[in-house]
């Protein structure tokens, strides 16, 4: 059996991230479903951020480190930070009640542009710093 591509795994994992997110939100709620279970764009962040900066700290821990690797790591996980707080403060214009009968404008900063921000940059650390061809 052949092992996925790259490609594949960049874009299954954070896409499987958000359905279960998804079903988890709304069996917690325990209502019908909401558009925002599927508010997942800071979370991608988060995922990215974390797997990131373990790969950082294994990364710093041989005994010399690629140095190509080590920077793209670096100056990723601070694009993710500078991502994550526009996405929190996004999210905190756009989630406000008031705002649903926006629905349509809303869908698209909250469920399109904030996740496929999450599902790039998770992508982008899978193929630019750890390396995955």
């Known amino acids: 059996m052949n092992p996925p591509s790259p490609l594949t795994l960049a874009l ?11 079903i988890g939100r709304k069996l917690i709620r325990g209502t019908t479903w909401d ?4 508010y997942f764009g ?19 821990r041989q005994p ?15 694009v993710v930070f500078a991502v994550y707080i526009w996405l929190l ?5 756009w989630q406000q009640p008031e705002r649903e009968h926006r629905s349509k404008t809303q869908f698209c ?14 992508a982008a650390f899978v193929f630019l710093v750890k390396g995955l061809r």
Request: hydrophobic letters at 55%; a negative charge; charged letters at 5%.
């Open 89 to 93: 403060s996004l999210h905190q214009d």
């Open 64 to 78: 010399q480190p690629t140095a190509s690797q080590a920077i793209s790591g670096l100056l990723l996980i601070v």
């Open 42 to 60: 800071p979370q991608l962040c988060l995922a990215t951020f974390s797997s990131d900066a373990l790969f950082l700290g294994e990364l710093f």
């Open 35 to 38: 558009r925002s279970d599927f």
């Open 109 to 122: 900063w909250l469920v399109i542009l904030s996740n496929s921000l999450g599902t790039g940059l998770f």
């Open 12 to 22: 299954a994992i954070p896409l499987i991230f958000i359905l279960v997110g998804a």
